[in-house]
Each structure stands twice: as C-alpha cells, then as structure tokens.
Nanobody
C-alpha cells in the first residue's frame, strides 16, 4: 500500500520561504512522476507543480513560476517543493501525489494521480 507523508508546512510572513517534503513508501518511487497540489478554503484543489520520474522535466502552474521549485531525491524516496517569495494567496493545504503510470512525464491533471498524502498546511501572513 502506497503511503505519502508531507511535512514542512507552517506560518510564514509574506515574502518568506518554506520547503515542503513528501516521503513515499510502498511503491518504487523512482519510477513515478510526482505532483504537488493545493487547496485553499472554499476553493477547488489545484495543480501546483510536477516532476517527471527521472527528474529531468518539471512543470508549474503560472502563478508559482519563478518562485517555487520542485525536486526529488530518489535515494530518499522524497519529493520537495521549495517555495520562495510566498504570497497570502499561496496559503492552502498542500498535497503531494503519485502519478498512476510508470515512467510517465509530468501532468497537471488530478485524475492522472492515484495516491495522495494527508496534506500540510501553509499559512502566509500579510
């Protein structure tokens, strides 16, 4: 059974930084694209970033380009989301997810991802 555990959320002032981590177990992590999504109160869950299984390709939603960076360490079964220059509108619960298909490229579609973590809260004060 796949398990994903996110950590690293917290309260930061606008302009601050956070680094989220997601540790995956129960699956050969290095064979799967990983994604980050977020959900703010009263809003639909939305795509944030994804990284291909080998890490050579990344993909971001426009609102975080140039501020967020997704990376992975396959030896540690961990995917990261470095978030810089945080804005109040970045506040949300952040989720990591494993893509359904082996050796697949990046995707922004929730339906392409099969397993999800419990989420970690990010709060940005203005």
């Amino acid at each position: 059974q796949v398990q994903l555990v996110e950590s690293g959320g917290g309260l930061v002032p606008a302009g601050g930084s956070l680094r989220l981590s997601c540790v995956v177990s129960g699956r050969t992590f290095s064979r799967y694209c990983m994604g980050w999504f977020r959900q703010a109160p009263g809003k639909e869950r939305e795509f944030v970033a994804a990284i291909s299984w080998a890490g050579e390709n990344t993909y971001y939603t426009d609102s975080v380009k140039g501020r967020f960076a997704v990376s992975r360490d396959n030896a540690k079964n961990t995917v990261y989301l470095q978030m810089n220059s945080l804005k109040p509108e970045d506040a949300a619960v952040y989720y990591c997810a494993v893509r359904r298909l082996l050796y697949s490229g990046t995707s922004s579609s929730e339906t392409d991802f099969a397993s999800w973590g419990q989420g970690t809260q990010v709060t940005v004060s203005s």
